[in-house]
């Protein structure tokens, strides 16, 4: 489970970040790299992320 919180993590952080500068600059692609980079946080990281910190508690 920590493998799987960390690589999502820093793959859809990286995504989001990219998209922000698509964003910035007027590329197209930006819009859907947010929605898909915001999305993969929420949906993917955040509840990876929560198991293992309440495993790790446990």
Known sequence: M???AY???SLFT???LLSMLFKIM?????AIGLIIGYCGLA???VPS???YR???IK
């Not at 007027?26 to 930006?30: A, E, R, S, Y």
């Open 2 to 4: 920590k493998l799987i």
């Open 7 to 9: 690589i999502s993590g």
């Open 14 to 16: 990286s995504i989001t």
């Open 26 to 30: 007027h590329w197209p692609g930006g």
């Open 43 to 45: 949906l993917i990281f």
């Open 49 to 51: 992320f929560a198991v």
């Open 54 to 56: 309440y495993n790790k």
